[in-house]
RNA sequence: GCGGGCGUGGCGAAAUUGGCAGACGCACUAGACUUAGGAUCUAGCGCCGCAAGGCAUGGGGGUUCAAGUCCCUCCGCCCGCACCA
């Protein structure tokens, strides 16, 4: 009999079918084990060669497992809702629907033909409403729970609503300022539904809130980030703007630290774990308030602060003396003297026609009153305040060191003629001129100039988060995000316009040119802060390197010791100080976290670590701060303004989100006309009328994102068909979580995140008993495609030459592009071009020349060569081309790039198939490599494959198609063959090493075929073991054998170490390291028996000349190394 | 820039714990059988060398009796993240 694999695997497969031997059913004999590959979404091109190259890997472990004696769930099903369809349907008005069947079914012809052992009965989809009902409901609980801290787990927000009619917010650590005003359990109580439903908003796992999403005006739609391409819609290339919308989120940031801590209990790559720390992005540091300079009124103070010196400002003071004094000077406000109150009615404001402040701090005094601008000082003569001792004389000395005139008026005087008083102080204010803030004399300074900020005038602070409290004596300036909320408060009138037209150009930019930008920009707020440990005065910048979403927006830049602060710094003139002194440490950077603190008063001399306790200690016992944990990581966006979704159980009273009762699920997603977008940032189904309007309200119009579906798929597949839940109890408690998982590694932080998210929160409501949902993850590699170009070379005025690669690769060819060859190059190939061009074109080959290469379809070529006859056919212009042949044989140049249609080089599985069977492709994706690394496909190995599956038949069958499998008893050369073979595929199968099993399968029948054995002791055993690999020849082999019942049923066979024991071994004996010569020894000879043996053998005595080696090296069944 | 991975013949690769580098397969070369060969079988196949032997796992250095494997350093490629304070 033949091996005739077509037939073969029609057979079977059919008998699989009609059998369903891989249904499969919660058997508790046996442990389970669940095996699963990612859920994929299925495309209108089909497979190719590289998708199932995961599943076929996934099949054999899933078929090992079975063999093993586990019960194996292994299901596959589809990811069905997307953009593709969805894009489609707007293009051609098919509906999604009728695109997606048709996908599915493609999918599922080309897989069948692999031999998969999935259980096509739990097969599910996400877009069938019975499937996609319970993603439904599971929003529902998201929607009806809360987090709660304390707990660390989610529970149903009853809870959170009983709480607060107990005791509002009262001793609610989780209750953020920033959501919502604070209040008493009556209040609450008090509260209308619709203020109740906004609180608790700001608590639900999804929740509503207002974001951004692109808006392209043209397509009238909104768009997701991979339509978006340089600021433009990839389609059109219309104008896309940032608009804000109400969405819907999920409060994944509740999980951040247990999806973190997570990540240490599981079986997956360090890169892939490292992608999903990275993603969260945990950092700890501090939150520290910042206090604005200013709290009293505009233009007070000297500016005396040499680091600020020349520059606008109006703190006419030092930090000091405004400590000191500022309370005083309060307090003098609130209690004047009689007189200074009379004089301060008559003068307040610019009643005078300038502007005049009382108890104003200039250096460390409090004058009773001031003209900034006019530099003088106006004081009226009292008692003196108790607390104010200095003479008059020393003060007025004072007083004119920054400038001031003054000018004195007695109690006695104001009483009087309060008149006579003012109109004294109004002529000589009219005869001073203007000085502006750096001295200078001016007529245009004007006291808007020197306003203050609102923020500043308000006596407010600005908080920022550092992970570096320790360096805050470094901190020379603060920098906030241009979106900080607290940018128009910040902003002086004299900044105004910089400000104004910074931020213009902020806006014009999208994310990834602020990204790329490496150039550093930013704009002065005319505001200051007081840094609170030296009361240094720093100036308030913005600049785009800072984040609005992290953190707190706003940060204080240590130059000294952050690469981008510094960068600003020197920009904008800005002071460096040190504070790490790192010379102990060369070669380290800021993030080692090392160094001596220097420059920073009681932290000095402590080292970085501790120096960040010590501050962090400060700074709450100060109570201008505290500790914070901080996470890159964002809430979910779980809308989508799209049809191709599953759509929300929502609908709107008002204005006002309700969850629809479970009895009213699924909620099916209707019939429409047109899949165009509605327009006005809707989704299409807002145009569904009818759908939308129901008695209870409005329906939510957005969709559910792409991966609703495919958070939970996972666990459906355990009960597929169950309609009164998401799966039944017993049966999620029968197969717990998936065991193993395999997939690309581009779910790293979307799928894999999302579904450990999902499943910790069901975990939380008590559905799932575990607490990750994938315990092992395997990343496949990428299969890449060899594409095929063919090099061509066309002279200025002839035909373009082409050249095959084998010549090309013998010349030294010029870069692409316009070139001259050189002369070794023409002397090459003239000789060659001679019998082929005419004696003009043959000159023009000489010259200046084009080169280039082109692609060819990979379908024309025969391993590297072409087939010219097909190549012209294709397009027209290569029909005139002039073919330059080697050997009869044109070849074109393989490059390993990506496979994808446009580069020609797909290699559709259906064809593999075709010409060598299911089985031989399935061993020969495992043979090309580690299942874990990116590799090309070629198929010119494959040949290989098929002849070991041949040799592997005519171990059965001889080559006139007689059987010859005998019952002989086996030797035990044969058995040791065998058991070698069983034992390195156990070993290589549960570390996933599949290439090394088809090497070993080669092995196996080589030796076999050396021996002439034919014996059913050892062939049936490596039936069942080849089984995994090769479903269909196993199966015909084993039914050969005289079995009734399937080989997908058997058990593996069982290592027999007894044939394994060997009693000698040949001992590579090597002279210094080097082998020299091969001596077997038993290998219960002692070392001093095998020393003598060797050191008498005639090849060593060559080598050691019969002196006494300096050491002998003897490890037992390994080596002998001796060292002379 | 940061994080992770990788670098071995003409090609895909193997070497699981430091112990004979290149198993297995492709391609290639020579031969056998054959009406034929894109079948099958035999032999060869890292590089230099007639050979003895020498040199070889991206480059350089180190540890060791012994290094593809461990350490340091540099280079290159791939993947992910990218102003995250």
């Not at 998201?142 to 927000?157: M, Q």
């Not at 950092?283 to 600020?308: D, M, P, R, V, Y």
């Amino acid at each position: 009999m033949e091996f005739d694999f077509r037939a073969i695997e029609q057979k079977w497969r059919k008998q699989w079918e009609d059998n369903g031997i891989y249904r499969v059913t919660e058997d508790t004999t046996k442990p389970k084990y669940y095996v699963l590959d990612m859920f994929p979404y299925p495309s209108g091109a089909g497979l190719h060669v590289g998708h199932p190259l995961g599943y076929v890997a996934s099949d054999i472990y899933a078929r090992y497992k079975r063999l093993k004696g586990f019960n194996v769930l292994h299901p596959m099903g589809f990811d069905a809702f997307g953009l593709p369809a969805e894009q489609y349907a707007i293009e051609t008005g098919t509906p999604p629907q009728v695109t997606t069947d048709k996908a599915i079914a493609t999918y599922k012809e080309q897989l069948g033909k692999i031999g998969f052992s999935y259980d096509w009965s739990r097969e599910v989809k996400t877009c069938d409403p019975s499937y996609y009902k319970w993603t439904q409901w599971i929003f529902l609980q998201l929607f009806g729970s809360w987090y709660n801290r304390e707990k660390d787990k989610a529970e149903n927000i009853d809870t959170l609503i009983a709480r607060f009619a107990h005791s509002g917010t009262d001793g609610f650590a989780q209750f953020d300022k920033e959501d919502h005003a604070p209040f008493t359990a009556a209040e609450w109580k008090g509260f209308s539904e619709e203020e109740q439903q906004h609180i608790l908003m700001h608590y639900r796992l999804a929740y509503q809130s207002y974001s951004e999403v692109n808006w392209c005006e043209a397509l009238g739609t909104v768009l997701a980030n991979d339509e978006v391409k340089d600021g433009k819609s990839e389609r059109g290339g219309y104008p896309v703007e940032r608009r804000k919308m109400r969405q819907w989120f999920l409060r994944i940031t509740e999980y951040s630290d247990r999806l973190l801590r997570g990540l240490d209990t599981l079986d997956w790559s360090e890169a892939m774990k490292d992608m999903q720390r990275n993603w969260i992005g945990r950092s700890e540091g501090a939150i520290i308030q910042f206090n604005l300079t200013q709290t009293l009124s505009k233009g007070e103070g000297l500016n005396t602060n040499t680091t600020n010196a020349g520059k606008p400002g109006f703190y006419h003071t030092d930090p000091l003396s405004w400590n000191a004094n500022i309370d005083k000077a309060k307090q003098h406000r609130l209690d004047p003297t009689e007189a200074e109150e009379i004089v301060w009615q008559r003068l307040r404001g610019s009643a005078t026609g300038h502007k005049i402040r009382r108890q104003h701090l200039i250096g460390s005094y409090i004058p009773d009153f001031v003209c900034i601008i006019k530099r003088l000082v106006i004081e009226i003569d009292g008692p003196i305040h108790d607390d104010q001792v200095e003479a008059d004389q020393e003060r007025t000395d004072e007083l004119k060191q920054h400038g001031f005139e003054v000018i004195r008026f007695k109690n006695e005087a104001v009483f009087a003629d309060i008149d006579a008083v003012v109109n004294a102080i109004k002529i000589k204010l009219d005869s001073l001129p203007d000085v502006s803030y750096d001295g200078t004399i001016s007529e245009e300074v004007s006291e808007d100039a020197l306003a203050p900020s609102p923020l500043e005038r308000a006596g407010g602070e600005v908080a920022v988060f550092t992970t570096r409290p320790d360096t805050i004596f470094g901190a020379t300036f603060m920098v906030i995000a241009p979106e900080h909320e607290l940018v128009a408060s910040l902003t002086t009138p004299a900044q105004q316009k910089e400000v104004d037209d910074y931020i213009t150009y902020v806006k014009s930019r999208s994310d990834i040119e602020r990204q790329q930008e490496k150039r550093v920009t930013g704009a002065f707020t005319g505001s200051y802060a007081l840094n609170p440990f030296n009361g240094a005065r720093i100036p308030i910048y913005l600049a785009e390197y800072v984040l609005a979403g992290y953190g707190t927006g706003a940060i204080m830049a240590v130059p000294a010791d952050d690469e981008r602060d510094r960068k600003f710094a020197e920009k904008f003139g800005l002071p460096v100080v040190e504070v790490i002194d790192k010379s102990m440490y060369p070669g380290a950077t800021i993030e080692d976290k090392v160094g001596k603190m220097i420059n920073s008063d009681f932290l000095n001399g402590m080292e970085v670590k501790d120096a960040i306790k010590a501050m962090l200690e400060k700074v709450e016992e100060l109570g201008i701060g505290k500790r914070q944990v901080n996470y890159r990581q964002r809430d979910a966006g779980y809308s989508r303004q799209r049809y191709w979704g599953e759509p929300f159980p929502i609908v709107y009273k008002g204005d006002l989100p309700y969850p629809l009762p479970v009895s009213e699920l699924p909620v099916v997603l209707p019939d429409v006309t047109s899949y165009k977008p509605s327009g006005d940032g809707r989704s299409p189904l807002a145009n569904a009328t009818e759908w939308v309007t129901t008695p209870q309200g409005q329906r939510e119009t957005d969709t559910m994102p792409g991966y609703a579906g495919s958070s939970w798929y996972f666990l459906r597949y355990m009960d597929p068909k169950n309609p009164d839940a998401f799966a039944a109890k017993e049966k999620i408690d029968y197969w717990q979580n998936v065991d193993l998982y395999l997939g690309g590694s581009e779910h790293a932080v979307g799928h894999l995140l999302y579904s450990r998210m999902w499943h910790k929160f069901l975990h939380d409501l008590g559905y799932v008993p575990t607490e990750e949902p994938f315990q092992k993850l395997v990343n496949q590699g990428m299969i890449q495609g060899v594409s095929k170009y063919v090099y061509r070379l066309i002279p200025q005025n002839g035909k373009p030459i082409y050249i095959s690669y084998s010549l090309v690769k013998r010349i030294q060819l010029p870069p692409l592009g316009m070139g001259i060859l050189d002369f070794q190059s023409v002397n090459f190939l003239l000789p060659l071009l001679q019998p082929v061009l005419s004696q003009e074109h043959y000159l023009g080959f000489i010259g200046e020349i084009w080169i280039d290469k082109v692609k060819t379809d990979i379908s024309f070529t025969d391993n590297d060569t072409l087939n010219i006859d097909q190549f012209k056919q294709w397009r027209t212009e290569y029909n005139d081309g002039i073919f330059i042949l080697d050997d009869d044989r044109f070849t074109c140049e393989p490059i390993v790039e990506k496979m994808s249609k446009s580069k020609y080089n797909v290699v559709n599985p259906d064809v593999v198939i075709e010409k060598y069977g299911a089985d031989c492709f399935r061993m020969f994706e495992m043979f090309l490599g580690p299942l874990d690394q990116s590799k090309p496909w070629d198929d010119q190995g494959i040949g290989g494959v098929e002849k070991f599956l041949r040799k592997f038949w005519r171990l059965f069958y001889d080559d006139k198609g007689g059987y010859r499998v005998s019952d002989e008893a086996a030797t035990d050369a044969e058995y040791k063959v065998l058991h070698k073979t069983l034992k390195k595929l156990s070993e290589d199968i549960e570390r996933l090493a599949f290439n090394t099993c088809v090497s070993q399968f080669m092995i196996c029948t080589n030796e076999l075929i050396d021996l002439k054995c034919t014996k059913r002791a050892i062939l049936e055993p490596l039936v069942i073991a080849l089984a995994p690999f090769a479903p269909f020849i196993s199966e015909e082999l084993w039914a050969s054998l005289g079995h009734s019942d399937s080989v997908h049923k058997a058990v593996f066979p069982k290592v027999e170490e007894k044939y394994l024991v060997e009693s000698s071994f040949t001992y590579p004996i090597s002279i210094n390291g080097k082998v020299r010569a091969n001596l077997p020894f038993a290998l219960d000879l002692s070392e001093a028996d095998v020393k003598a043996a060797v050191l008498a053998n005639e090849i060593v005595l060559k080598w050691t000349e019969g002196k006494e080696p300096k050491k002998f090296i003897f490890v037992k069944g390994r080596i002998v190394n001796v060292v002379i």
